[in-house]
Protein backbone atom coordinates (compact mmCIF):
# COMPACT_ATOMS: atom_id res chain seq x y z
CA UNK A 1 0.00 0.00 0.00
CA UNK A 2 2.99 2.48 0.98
CA UNK A 3 4.80 1.51 -1.94
CA UNK A 4 2.02 1.77 -4.40
CA UNK A 5 1.21 5.33 -3.06
CA UNK A 6 5.15 5.88 -2.99
CA UNK A 7 5.53 5.20 -6.79
CA UNK A 8 2.21 6.63 -7.80
CA UNK A 9 3.71 10.13 -6.03
CA UNK A 10 7.17 9.50 -7.96
CA UNK A 11 4.99 9.12 -11.37
CA UNK A 12 3.11 12.78 -10.34
CA UNK A 13 6.72 13.82 -9.54
CA UNK A 14 8.05 12.46 -13.10
CA UNK A 15 5.17 13.85 -15.31
CA UNK A 16 5.55 17.42 -13.64
CA UNK A 17 8.89 17.24 -14.56
CA UNK A 18 8.26 16.74 -18.14
CA UNK A 19 6.30 19.23 -18.04
CA UNK A 20 8.04 21.90 -16.09
CA UNK A 21 10.56 21.34 -18.57
CA UNK A 22 8.28 21.97 -21.41
CA UNK A 23 8.17 26.02 -20.12
CA UNK A 24 10.63 28.82 -20.86
CA UNK A 25 13.67 28.77 -18.97
CA UNK A 26 12.20 31.46 -16.66
CA UNK A 27 9.19 29.90 -15.41
CA UNK A 28 11.12 26.97 -14.54
CA UNK A 29 13.51 28.52 -11.75
CA UNK A 30 12.53 26.34 -8.29
CA UNK A 31 11.99 28.97 -5.61
CA UNK A 32 15.23 29.86 -4.02
CA UNK A 33 14.82 31.28 -0.75
CA UNK A 34 18.18 32.95 -0.40
CA UNK A 35 18.11 34.46 -3.67
CA UNK A 36 14.97 36.69 -2.59
CA UNK A 37 15.92 40.24 -1.22
CA UNK A 38 15.42 40.92 3.12
CA UNK A 39 12.12 43.12 2.47
CA UNK A 40 10.80 40.22 0.50
CA UNK A 41 11.65 37.31 3.16
CA UNK A 42 10.20 39.98 6.12
CA UNK A 43 7.01 39.78 3.81
CA UNK A 44 6.48 36.22 5.12
CA UNK A 45 6.34 37.18 8.76
CA UNK A 46 5.03 40.67 7.95
CA UNK A 47 7.93 42.03 9.11
CA UNK A 48 8.94 45.31 7.36
CA UNK A 49 12.80 45.29 6.79
CA UNK A 50 14.29 48.64 6.91
CA UNK A 51 16.98 51.24 6.68
CA UNK A 52 18.24 54.89 7.46
CA UNK A 53 18.85 56.50 4.70
CA UNK A 54 21.45 59.00 3.81
CA UNK A 55 20.15 61.73 1.19
CA UNK A 56 23.51 62.98 0.01
CA UNK A 57 24.22 59.34 -0.60
CA UNK A 58 20.77 58.66 -2.29
CA UNK A 59 21.42 61.65 -4.64
CA UNK A 60 24.65 61.00 -5.71
CA UNK A 61 24.98 59.99 -9.24
CA UNK A 62 28.29 58.37 -8.14
CA UNK A 63 26.16 56.01 -6.01
CA UNK A 64 24.11 53.77 -8.05
CA UNK A 65 24.50 50.59 -5.72
CA UNK A 66 23.43 52.88 -2.96
CA UNK A 67 20.07 53.40 -4.79
CA UNK A 68 19.45 49.98 -5.85
CA UNK A 69 20.15 48.56 -2.29
CA UNK A 70 17.71 50.84 -0.66
CA UNK A 71 14.86 49.90 -2.94
CA UNK A 72 15.86 46.32 -3.45
CA UNK A 73 15.95 45.32 0.04
CA UNK A 74 14.22 47.46 1.90
CA UNK A 75 10.65 48.06 2.91
CA UNK A 76 11.23 50.80 5.41
CA UNK A 77 13.46 53.73 5.06
CA UNK A 78 14.20 56.39 7.65
CA UNK A 79 15.90 59.82 7.24
CA UNK A 80 19.07 59.58 9.03
CA UNK A 81 19.16 63.37 9.42
CA UNK A 82 16.63 65.64 7.14
CA UNK A 83 13.24 64.93 9.42
CA UNK A 84 15.65 66.47 12.19
CA UNK A 85 14.71 70.22 13.52
CA UNK A 86 17.88 71.76 12.40
CA UNK A 87 17.51 70.34 8.79
CA UNK A 88 13.52 71.14 8.66
CA UNK A 89 13.63 74.89 9.88
CA UNK A 90 17.85 76.14 9.88
CA UNK A 91 16.26 79.84 10.21
CA UNK A 92 13.06 80.59 12.44
CA UNK A 93 9.88 80.39 10.55
CA UNK A 94 11.34 79.23 6.77
CA UNK A 95 10.87 75.67 6.79
CA UNK A 96 12.81 73.72 4.41
CA UNK A 97 11.20 70.76 3.11
CA UNK A 98 13.32 69.73 0.02
CA UNK A 99 14.82 66.54 1.62
CA UNK A 100 12.63 65.32 3.52
CA UNK A 101 10.25 65.86 0.95
CA UNK A 102 12.14 63.41 -1.06
CA UNK A 103 13.23 61.13 1.01
CA UNK A 104 9.31 60.47 1.06
CA UNK A 105 8.29 60.58 -2.75
CA UNK A 106 11.23 57.91 -2.57
CA UNK A 107 9.31 55.81 -0.21
CA UNK A 108 6.26 55.94 -2.36
CA UNK A 109 8.14 55.07 -5.41
CA UNK A 110 9.89 51.93 -4.30
CA UNK A 111 6.62 51.40 -2.22
CA UNK A 112 8.04 51.60 1.21
CA UNK A 113 7.05 52.42 4.23
CA UNK A 114 8.07 55.47 6.42
CA UNK A 115 9.91 55.82 10.14
CA UNK A 116 9.65 59.43 10.72
CA UNK A 117 12.30 60.57 12.73
CA UNK A 118 12.16 62.73 14.92
CA UNK A 119 9.67 65.00 16.72
CA UNK A 120 11.52 66.32 19.96
CA UNK A 121 15.35 65.07 20.41
CA UNK A 122 17.62 67.32 22.86
CA UNK A 123 20.35 66.59 19.66
CA UNK A 124 20.28 68.14 15.89
CA UNK A 125 18.27 71.65 17.62
CA UNK A 126 18.70 74.56 15.12
CA UNK A 127 21.15 77.07 16.95
CA UNK A 128 18.33 79.84 16.44
CA UNK A 129 16.30 78.26 19.28
CA UNK A 130 19.36 77.16 21.62
CA UNK A 131 20.78 80.38 21.16
CA UNK A 132 17.40 82.10 22.33
CA UNK A 133 17.09 80.04 25.20
CA UNK A 134 20.71 80.38 26.30
CA UNK A 135 20.91 84.74 25.90
CA UNK A 136 17.03 84.42 27.19
CA UNK A 137 15.38 86.06 24.35
CA UNK A 138 13.10 82.94 24.17
CA UNK A 139 11.62 81.85 27.87
CA UNK A 140 10.65 78.42 29.12
CA UNK A 141 6.72 79.63 27.85
CA UNK A 142 7.59 80.53 24.59
CA UNK A 143 9.77 77.30 24.40
CA UNK A 144 6.94 74.92 24.77
CA UNK A 145 4.49 76.93 22.35
CA UNK A 146 7.12 76.81 19.63
CA UNK A 147 7.66 73.32 20.30
CA UNK A 148 3.61 72.34 19.80
CA UNK A 149 4.13 74.58 16.83
CA UNK A 150 7.10 72.18 15.19
CA UNK A 151 4.90 68.96 15.87
CA UNK A 152 2.44 70.31 14.73
CA UNK A 153 3.87 71.33 11.72
CA UNK A 154 5.87 68.96 10.60
CA UNK A 155 3.31 66.04 11.89
CA UNK A 156 0.26 67.91 9.85
CA UNK A 157 2.51 68.01 6.69
CA UNK A 158 3.40 64.84 6.21
CA UNK A 159 -0.20 63.61 8.27
CA UNK A 160 -0.96 59.97 6.13
CA UNK A 161 2.41 59.38 4.63
CA UNK A 162 4.04 58.61 8.03
CA UNK A 163 3.97 54.94 9.11
CA UNK A 164 5.53 55.25 12.47
CA UNK A 165 6.40 58.81 13.90
CA UNK A 166 9.56 58.94 16.50
CA UNK A 167 7.74 61.34 18.15
CA UNK A 168 10.30 61.43 21.26
CA UNK A 169 14.00 60.45 21.13
CA UNK A 170 16.40 59.79 23.65
CA UNK A 171 14.52 61.10 26.80
CA UNK A 172 16.55 59.46 29.55
CA UNK A 173 20.40 59.07 31.07
CA UNK A 174 22.29 56.59 31.24
CA UNK A 175 23.80 54.95 34.41
CA UNK A 176 27.11 56.44 33.47
CA UNK A 177 25.58 60.48 33.05
CA UNK A 178 25.43 62.79 35.88
CA UNK A 179 24.00 62.03 38.16
CA UNK A 180 24.16 58.11 38.13
CA UNK A 181 20.51 57.59 39.51
CA UNK A 182 18.42 57.47 35.79
CA UNK A 183 16.51 60.66 35.25
CA UNK A 184 14.89 62.38 32.31
CA UNK A 185 17.86 64.40 30.61
CA UNK A 186 18.49 66.84 28.43
CA UNK A 187 17.48 70.77 26.56
CA UNK A 188 13.51 69.49 26.44
CA UNK A 189 13.27 68.37 30.53
CA UNK A 190 15.81 71.26 31.73
CA UNK A 191 13.66 73.59 30.55
CA UNK A 192 10.18 72.33 30.34
CA UNK A 193 10.63 69.55 32.94
CA UNK A 194 9.22 65.78 32.22
CA UNK A 195 5.45 66.72 31.15
CA UNK A 196 7.27 67.68 27.43
CA UNK A 197 7.05 63.37 26.66
CA UNK A 198 3.06 63.48 27.26
CA UNK A 199 2.57 66.83 25.74
CA UNK A 200 4.38 65.85 22.84
CA UNK A 201 2.51 63.12 21.71
CA UNK A 202 -0.38 64.44 22.48
CA UNK A 203 0.36 67.41 19.88
CA UNK A 204 1.71 64.63 17.37
CA UNK A 205 -1.70 62.89 17.69
CA UNK A 206 -3.54 65.78 17.31
CA UNK A 207 -1.81 66.79 14.24
CA UNK A 208 -1.38 63.17 12.95
CA UNK A 209 -4.60 60.48 13.86
CA UNK A 210 -3.27 57.76 11.83
CA UNK A 211 0.60 57.34 12.44
CA UNK A 212 1.81 55.01 14.75
CA UNK A 213 3.31 56.76 17.69
CA UNK A 214 7.15 56.09 19.05
CA UNK A 215 9.13 56.46 21.99
CA UNK A 216 12.40 55.43 20.94
CA UNK A 217 15.84 54.94 22.76
CA UNK A 218 18.74 53.19 22.97
CA UNK A 219 20.48 50.58 25.38
CA UNK A 220 16.99 49.55 26.28
CA UNK A 221 17.16 46.15 24.28
CA UNK A 222 16.97 43.82 27.21
CA UNK A 223 15.74 44.48 31.08
CA UNK A 224 18.48 44.42 33.81
CA UNK A 225 18.62 44.89 37.51
CA UNK A 226 14.65 45.86 37.37
CA UNK A 227 15.50 48.35 39.67
CA UNK A 228 14.52 51.73 37.65
CA UNK A 229 17.42 54.08 39.49
CA UNK A 230 19.86 51.64 37.19
CA UNK A 231 17.92 49.80 34.51
CA UNK A 232 17.27 52.06 31.73
CA UNK A 233 14.90 49.31 30.09
CA UNK A 234 13.27 49.11 33.46
CA UNK A 235 12.88 53.25 33.45
CA UNK A 236 11.40 53.48 30.19
CA UNK A 237 8.96 50.72 30.88
CA UNK A 238 7.69 52.78 33.80
CA UNK A 239 7.56 55.48 31.99
CA UNK A 240 5.60 54.13 29.07
CA UNK A 241 3.59 52.36 31.34
CA UNK A 242 2.59 55.95 33.38
CA UNK A 243 2.11 57.35 29.99
CA UNK A 244 -0.65 54.58 28.99
CA UNK A 245 -2.46 54.83 32.63
CA UNK A 246 -2.92 58.84 31.70
CA UNK A 247 -4.24 58.04 28.48
CA UNK A 248 -1.34 59.62 26.29
CA UNK A 249 -1.65 58.17 22.75
CA UNK A 250 1.16 56.22 22.56
CA UNK A 251 1.63 53.22 20.23
CA UNK A 252 4.98 51.66 20.53
CA UNK A 253 8.82 51.76 21.62
CA UNK A 254 11.46 51.94 19.61
CA UNK A 255 14.48 50.21 20.58
CA UNK A 256 17.71 51.66 18.65
CA UNK A 257 19.92 49.01 18.95
CA UNK A 258 23.19 50.19 18.63
CA UNK A 259 25.59 47.26 19.82
CA UNK A 260 29.32 47.01 19.70
CA UNK A 261 31.26 43.70 19.88
CA UNK A 262 33.56 44.78 22.34
CA UNK A 263 30.98 45.08 25.38
CA UNK A 264 28.66 42.04 26.56
CA UNK A 265 25.46 42.75 25.05
CA UNK A 266 22.60 40.06 25.17
CA UNK A 267 20.73 36.54 24.19
CA UNK A 268 17.62 36.25 22.11
CA UNK A 269 15.78 35.44 25.12
CA UNK A 270 16.66 38.42 27.19
CA UNK A 271 16.21 40.45 24.18
CA UNK A 272 13.07 38.61 23.27
CA UNK A 273 11.79 39.08 26.76
CA UNK A 274 12.04 42.82 26.80
CA UNK A 275 9.80 43.00 23.60
CA UNK A 276 7.55 40.20 25.27
CA UNK A 277 6.98 42.98 27.89
CA UNK A 278 6.32 46.04 26.19
CA UNK A 279 3.86 44.03 24.10
CA UNK A 280 1.81 43.06 27.56
CA UNK A 281 1.54 46.99 27.85
CA UNK A 282 -0.25 46.71 24.51
CA UNK A 283 2.56 48.39 22.86
CA UNK A 284 4.17 48.02 19.58
CA UNK A 285 8.07 47.62 19.62
CA UNK A 286 10.46 47.89 16.50
CA UNK A 287 14.34 47.54 16.28
CA UNK A 288 14.88 51.35 15.13
CA UNK A 289 18.65 52.18 14.51
CA UNK A 290 20.33 48.50 14.28
CA UNK A 291 24.42 48.74 13.70
CA UNK A 292 26.88 46.70 15.42
CA UNK A 293 30.25 47.79 15.62
CA UNK A 294 33.98 46.94 16.43
CA UNK A 295 37.33 48.75 17.37
CA UNK A 296 39.00 49.41 14.60
CA UNK A 297 42.37 47.97 16.42
CA UNK A 298 45.78 47.93 14.43
CA UNK A 299 45.55 44.71 13.13
CA UNK A 300 42.01 45.27 11.73
CA UNK A 301 43.17 48.38 10.12
CA UNK A 302 46.28 46.40 8.44
CA UNK A 303 43.95 43.77 7.18
CA UNK A 304 45.01 40.87 9.64
CA UNK A 305 42.07 38.05 8.95
CA UNK A 306 42.55 36.74 12.90
CA UNK A 307 41.44 40.23 13.86
CA UNK A 308 38.89 41.16 11.50
CA UNK A 309 36.87 37.49 11.08
CA UNK A 310 35.97 37.51 15.15
CA UNK A 311 34.87 41.13 14.70
CA UNK A 312 32.85 40.18 11.71
CA UNK A 313 31.26 37.14 12.98
CA UNK A 314 30.64 38.87 16.35
CA UNK A 315 28.99 41.78 14.27
CA UNK A 316 26.70 39.38 12.94
CA UNK A 317 25.53 37.38 16.12
CA UNK A 318 24.46 40.48 17.71
CA UNK A 319 22.51 41.02 14.51
CA UNK A 320 20.68 38.08 14.55
CA UNK A 321 20.24 38.16 18.72
CA UNK A 322 17.96 41.17 17.77
CA UNK A 323 16.51 39.96 14.85
CA UNK A 324 15.25 36.66 15.93
CA UNK A 325 13.88 38.30 18.88
CA UNK A 326 11.68 40.54 16.83
CA UNK A 327 10.58 37.77 14.74
CA UNK A 328 9.20 35.49 18.12
CA UNK A 329 7.25 38.50 19.22
CA UNK A 330 4.60 39.45 16.62
CA UNK A 331 3.76 43.33 18.05
CA UNK A 332 8.02 43.81 16.98
CA UNK A 333 6.48 45.30 13.37
CA UNK A 334 9.71 46.15 12.16
CA UNK A 335 13.53 45.66 11.84
CA UNK A 336 15.54 49.25 10.89
CA UNK A 337 19.41 49.41 10.47
CA UNK A 338 20.75 52.39 10.71
CA UNK A 339 22.83 52.71 7.35
CA UNK A 340 23.80 49.47 5.55
CA UNK A 341 26.96 49.72 4.05
CA UNK A 342 30.19 50.82 6.03
CA UNK A 343 31.10 53.31 3.28
CA UNK A 344 28.00 55.41 4.76
CA UNK A 345 27.94 54.79 8.70
CA UNK A 346 27.88 57.39 11.24
CA UNK A 347 29.92 55.43 13.14
CA UNK A 348 33.72 56.36 12.31
CA UNK A 349 33.00 59.96 12.03
CA UNK A 350 31.53 59.87 15.57
CA UNK A 351 33.94 56.78 17.56
CA UNK A 352 37.33 57.76 16.49
CA UNK A 353 39.38 57.59 20.06
CA UNK A 354 39.81 54.83 19.70
CA UNK A 355 38.48 54.16 15.81
CA UNK A 356 35.68 52.11 15.24
CA UNK A 357 33.71 50.59 12.61
CA UNK A 358 32.76 47.80 10.64
CA UNK A 359 28.83 48.32 12.00
CA UNK A 360 26.77 47.30 9.19
CA UNK A 361 25.33 44.59 6.84
CA UNK A 362 27.59 45.66 3.90
CA UNK A 363 31.06 46.66 3.39
CA UNK A 364 32.54 49.62 1.64
CA UNK A 365 31.94 48.07 -1.54
CA UNK A 366 28.61 47.18 -1.15
CA UNK A 367 29.11 43.21 -0.81
CA UNK A 368 27.15 41.57 1.71
CA UNK A 369 28.66 40.80 5.21
CA UNK A 370 28.22 37.61 7.31
CA UNK A 371 25.72 39.79 9.06
CA UNK A 372 23.20 40.37 6.18
CA UNK A 373 23.60 36.61 5.98
CA UNK A 374 22.81 35.86 9.08
CA UNK A 375 19.77 38.33 9.09
CA UNK A 376 18.48 36.77 5.58
CA UNK A 377 18.73 33.18 7.57
CA UNK A 378 16.82 34.09 10.02
CA UNK A 379 14.10 35.62 7.92
CA UNK A 380 13.71 32.10 6.14
CA UNK A 381 14.13 29.89 8.43
CA UNK A 382 11.56 31.31 10.33
CA UNK A 383 7.51 30.40 11.03
CA UNK A 384 4.91 28.89 12.94
CA UNK A 385 4.41 27.94 15.74
CA UNK A 386 7.21 30.27 17.55
CA UNK A 387 7.40 33.02 14.84
CA UNK A 388 3.75 34.17 13.53
CA UNK A 389 2.79 37.27 11.33
CA UNK A 390 2.36 40.64 12.50
CA UNK A 391 0.06 42.23 14.51
CA UNK A 392 -1.62 44.84 12.89
CA UNK A 393 -2.11 47.79 16.00
CA UNK A 394 -4.74 50.70 15.72
CA UNK A 395 -3.61 54.22 16.37
CA UNK A 396 -4.31 54.74 19.89
CA UNK A 397 -6.50 58.06 20.40
O1 LIG B 1 25.13 69.01 7.93
C1 LIG B 1 26.51 69.17 8.21
C2 LIG B 1 27.25 69.60 6.97
O2 LIG B 1 26.78 70.86 6.58
C3 LIG B 1 28.75 69.59 7.25
O3 LIG B 1 29.43 69.86 6.08
C4 LIG B 1 29.19 68.26 7.81
C5 LIG B 1 30.68 68.26 8.18
O4 LIG B 1 30.93 67.40 9.25
O5 LIG B 1 28.48 67.98 8.96
C6 LIG B 1 27.08 67.85 8.69
O6 LIG B 1 26.40 67.54 9.84
C7 LIG B 1 26.55 66.21 10.33
C8 LIG B 1 25.20 65.51 10.25
O7 LIG B 1 25.29 64.24 10.85
C9 LIG B 1 24.72 65.34 8.81
O8 LIG B 1 25.59 64.55 8.10
C10 LIG B 1 27.02 66.30 11.75
O9 LIG B 1 28.34 66.81 11.79
C11 LIG B 1 26.98 64.92 12.39
O10 LIG B 1 27.25 65.05 13.79
C12 LIG B 1 25.61 64.32 12.22
O11 LIG B 1 25.63 63.04 12.81
C13 LIG B 1 24.38 62.40 12.96
C14 LIG B 1 24.10 62.16 14.42
O12 LIG B 1 22.86 61.46 14.55
C15 LIG B 1 24.00 63.43 15.22
O13 LIG B 1 23.78 63.14 16.57
C16 LIG B 1 24.46 61.06 12.23
O14 LIG B 1 24.62 61.28 10.84
C17 LIG B 1 23.21 60.26 12.52
O15 LIG B 1 23.38 58.96 12.04
C18 LIG B 1 22.95 60.18 14.02
O16 LIG B 1 21.74 59.49 14.21
C19 LIG B 1 21.35 59.26 15.57
C20 LIG B 1 19.85 59.18 15.61
O17 LIG B 1 19.27 60.31 15.01
C21 LIG B 1 19.33 59.01 17.04
N1 LIG B 1 19.96 57.88 17.68
C22 LIG B 1 21.41 57.84 17.62
C23 LIG B 1 21.89 57.95 16.18
C24 LIG B 1 23.36 57.80 16.09
O18 LIG B 1 24.01 58.86 16.77
Same mark, same amino acid.
Given at each position: ????????????? +????????????????????????????????????????????????????????????????????????????????????????????????????????????????????????????????????????????????????????????????????????????????????????????????????????????????????????????????????????????????????????????????????????????????????????????????????????????????????????????????????????????? +???????????????????????????????????????????????????
Amino acid at each position: MMLRRWMAAGLVA +VATAGVLNAVPATAQRPYDPTAQSLRALGQRHGLYVGTAVDMAALADPAEPRYREIVRDEFSTVTAENVMKWESLEPTRGNYDWSAADELVATARRNGQKVRGHVLVWHSQLPKWLTDGVADGSIDNAELRSILRRHITTVASRYRGKIWQWDVVNEAVSDPWDTPSTLHYKGFWAEHLGPGYVADAFRWARAADPTALLFYNDYNIEAFGSGDPANDKTQFVFDMVKGLLGRGVPIDGVGSQGHLGTQYGNYDTLQVADALHRFAGLGLSTAFTEVDVRSRLTDGVQAGDSEEINPRLQASAANFHVLLQACLAEPRCLSFTVWGFTDRHSW +VPGTFDDPPQGLATIYDENYQPKRSYQLMKADLIYAGPPYVRTRATPKPRR
